[in-house]
């Protein structure tokens, strides 16, 4: 959903978000779902990137891509060292299959009305401000998370980030040949990450703990450690009409065994556990399958718990397969540590806040990864959470305010108020 219609409002800041909010609100949307089709380096998420130079150049910022595809607009005063390290905020455009407009934009635009508030109250930064929009955050086409900030930060190599491959087939490298952009550029790129002094990620909050305590924005503590594993089934494919029930080696039902175990293992461990995602061949109505590949997305309080959560599913699996005369393997595709943000920056940007906002500036964790999580490990990394009334993210439901998002954007331009003054 795209939020509410326009409302007759005292709060200019309001009207401003609807504006800017409404210039994006449309593309990418699919008119059936209401969800978004933004993946990484496609012609809706490239119009994004678009607009983005587009407002960021109108707001005189200079608009520069580093070689994996990530967005910089930097404000730089004249007077500023523009080699200083850089306070620096922003997310992505890029969103999961059929997803909500609130995860990634939010934060981008969120950015670019936070630079238009420190101007109106006359606020000249002692330091680079910058906003960056980083590519393919979600590995909703590509697989990989975050994937702009692990090539930027060495995470990942380049070798094979531009070796990954969508459904259709196509690799990193070629979708970034086709959208103008140079692969053998693509990599860790210690340069720019040296000009990136803290990093600042606002978002819309990821579940529903600020409308439970009453609060319009929150500051991050943590990210719990999660991450990615596809299981690979592999059983004899045959006709489903003529092949008896006892002749059977079918990978679905060794499949369907381990998304009912996840579950209960996420439950016994009070981690979370998702297979949302399956692909299977050959995917006929009237054939057994040959093979069922599905993916793991598990989550935990801390990397104990998600061991103990992984290997539990995968013992399931293979005591299934056996049963099922099937073999089962676990691949690991990407893996985040926990993340705890840094306490004194986040102690100082809930203070910032906190003094423009009314009431309590809750301190919460979460369970979803960020670019701001990929960053800690490099920067001081702090992260705003705008309420979210629905509690649903990932989804065309996801949602938040006019006038929550106006106080994110206080919010945000508070924090880098501090941390760019003199």
Not at 143 to 168: F, I, P
Not at 332 to 354: H, K, N
């Amino acid at each position: 959903m795209t939020g509410p219609a326009p409302v007759t409002t005292a709060d200019p800041l309001v009207g401003r978000f609807r504006a800017m909010w409404t210039q994006l609100a449309g593309i990418g949307r699919d008119p059936g779902t209401g969800g978004y089709l933004r993946y990484a380096w496609s012609a809706a998420e490239l119009t994004c990137r678009e607009w983005f130079t587009t407002e960021a150049v109108r707001r005189g910022l200079a608009v520069r891509p580093d070689g994996n595809g990530n967005l910089w607009a930097d404000w730089i005063p004249s007077g500023v060292d523009p080699a200083a390290p850089a306070v620096v905020t922003g997310s992505h455009f890029d969103s999961v299959p059929h997803g909500g407009g609130y995860d990634g934009p939010l934060g981008i635009v969120s950015a670019l009305l936070a630079v238009d508030e420190l101007r109106e109250r006359g606020f000249t930064p002692a330091r680079p401000v910058t906003v960056a929009a980083f590519v393919e955050e979600e590995g909703g086409r590509f697989g990989l998370a975050c994937l702009g900030s692990r090539l930027l930060t060495g995470g990942v190599s380049a070798q094979y980030a531009l070796a990954l491959t969508d459904s259709d087939g196509v690799t990193v490298a070629e979708a970034m040949r086709a959208a103008g952009a140079d692969p053998a550029a693509a990599g860790p790129d210690p340069d720019r990450l040296a000009r990136v002094g803290v990093f600042v990620e606002l978002h819309v909050e990821q579940g529903r703990a600020l409308v439970d305590l009453g609060a319009p924005v929150g500051v991050a503590s943590m990210i719990w450690p999660h991450g990615r594993w596809r299981l690979e089934f592999t059983g004899a494919g045959d006709h489903a009409g003529t092949t008896r029930m006892v002749d059977r080696r079918d990978p679905m039902l060794t499949c369907a065994h381990t998304v009912l175990a996840a579950d209960a293992q996420a439950r016994r461990l009070g981690a979370h556990a998702t297979i949302g995602r399956v692909a299977v061949r050959p995917n006929a109505t009237n054939a057994i399958p040959a093979q069922v590949h599905a993916w793991l997305d598990a989550r935990a309080a801390d990397d104990t718990a998600l061991a103990t959560l992984v290997e539990a599913v995968g013992a399931e699996a293979a005591a299934r397969a056996r049963v099922d005369g099937t073999a089962v393997a676990v691949v690991r595709e990407s893996d985040s540590p926990p993340v705890a943000f840094d306490p004194d920056l986040t102690d100082r940007i809930a203070t910032a806040v906190g003094a423009q906002l009314p009431g309590v500036v809750p301190v919460l964790p979460t369970a979803a990864g960020h670019d701001a999580g990929v960053l800690a490990g490099h920067v001081p990394t702090a992260m705003i959470f705008v309420r979210n009334p629905t509690g649903v993210s990932h989804a065309p439901n996801e949602h938040a305010t006019d006038d929550d998002c106006a106080a994110g954007v206080r919010a945000l331009a508070a924090a880098l108020a501090d941390l760019a003054g003199e």
